[in-house]
């Protein structure tokens, strides 16, 4: 049996089984949109579409969620319904899988699957792994070892919320150039900077296919800052690594 990853997004549910070895999709990931409202019902009858899309038996899924969650319940919920405050998650969707399933942070994942099969890899240290779409997703990583729920992309930065002013969608409703994003980047990186003091910032996300566009235009940043190599599927692989690893995972997945 496979093990399978879905990420769950603002905007899209996707998934796909993952060759954990080499941490990679072992087919085309198959995407719903995420649907309005995203309540808790609504959101895990999607991610039964998109596991039950692949029709084969089902092994360990491990699912991502854009906000806190600690010991498989959401705690926040930023970019889907507030009904998921408090929710079961875990024992939500496992009931719609018929299968254990694992639930964690979507960045955290992310991250994950970054320090073990790419940007990240072998990096000691403290590296910080960034989502950038609806939101901004934060992975703080030091000398390998995940710092859960760090929620960075809520940093007030110039009175705002970082992710209401640099995410993907605020460059989007906004019409803003690459340049003039860049620059909100920037400043967030900056502020992150401050606090942390990384050695390396990773930039994840499906802005990270189009990396060239605004990576050379942050300024102000001393860390090192490169593109995700897993780019939008660094969630999936992630989720199902964090699968493979929980307790109730049977051995022979991983």
Same mark, same amino acid.
């Given at each position: 049996?496979?093990?399978f990853?879905?990420d769950?997004? %603002?905007?899209? !549910?996707k998934?796909?089984p993952?060759? =954990?070895?080499?941490?990679?999709?072992?087919?085309?990931?198959?995407?719903?949109?995420?649907?309005?409202?995203?309540?808790p019902?609504?959101?895990?009858?999607c991610?039964?579409?998109?596991?039950?899309?692949?029709?084969?038996?089902? %092994?360990?899924?491990?699912?991502?969620?854009?906000g806190?969650?600690?010991?498989?319940?959401?705690?926040?919920?930023?970019?889907?319904?507030?009904?998921?405050?408090?929710?079961?998650?875990?024992?939500?969707l496992?009931?719609?899988?018929?299968?254990?399933?694992?639930?964690?942070?979507?960045?955290?994942?992310?991250?994950l699957?970054?320090?073990?099969?790419?940007?990240?890899?072998?990096?000691?240290?403290?590296?910080?792994?960034?989502?950038?779409?609806?939101?901004?997703?934060?992975?703080?990583? !030091?000398?390998g070892?995940?710092?859960?729920?760090?929620?960075?992309?809520? =940093?007030e930065?110039?009175?705002?919320?970082?992710?209401?002013?640099?995410?993907?969608?605020?460059?989007?409703d906004?019409?803003l150039?690459? %340049?003039?994003?860049?620059?909100?980047?920037?400043?967030?990186?900056?502020h992150?900077?401050?606090?942390?003091?990384?050695? =390396?910032?990773? !930039?994840?996300?499906?802005?990270?296919?189009?990396?060239?566009?605004?990576?050379? =235009?942050?300024?102000?940043?001393?860390?090192e800052?490169?593109?995700?190599?897993?780019?939008?599927?660094?969630? !999936?692989?992630?989720?199902?690594?964090?699968?493979?690893?929980?307790?109730?995972?049977?051995?022979?997945?991983?």
């Amino acid at each position: 049996m496979d093990v399978f990853g879905v990420d769950i997004g %603002g905007s899209g !549910i996707k998934g796909a089984p993952v060759d =954990l070895e080499r941490g990679e999709v072992v087919e085309e990931r198959f995407k719903v949109l995420t649907p309005r409202p995203a309540t808790p019902d609504a959101v895990a009858d999607c991610v039964r579409q998109v596991v039950r899309h692949f029709g084969r038996p089902v %092994g360990p899924v491990g699912v991502t969620f854009p906000g806190v969650v600690i010991g498989g319940t959401t705690r926040t919920a930023a970019n889907v319904d507030k009904g998921w405050i408090g929710k079961d998650a875990a024992g939500l969707l496992g009931e719609q899988l018929g299968t254990p399933v694992t639930v964690l942070n979507d960045a955290d994942a992310a991250g994950l699957a970054e320090m073990t099969h790419g940007a990240g890899r072998g990096r000691t240290g403290t590296v910080v792994v960034l989502t950038f779409g609806t939101g901004i997703g934060s992975a703080v990583f !030091i000398d390998g070892r995940l710092v859960p729920n760090t929620e960075l992309g809520h =940093l007030e930065l110039r009175g705002h919320d970082a992710e209401t002013r640099a995410s993907t969608r605020a460059k989007d409703d906004e019409g803003l150039s690459w %340049g003039r994003w860049a620059k909100r980047v920037g400043r967030y990186l900056a502020h992150v900077e401050m606090l942390f003091s990384p050695e =390396l910032f990773v !930039i994840g996300g499906g802005v990270s296919r189009k990396a060239d566009k605004f990576l050379p =235009l942050i300024e102000g940043v001393s860390a090192e800052v490169v593109p995700a190599q897993l780019e939008n599927n660094a969630g !999936i692989v992630g989720a199902a690594m964090a699968a493979s690893a929980a307790p109730s995972a049977p051995s022979s997945a991983a």
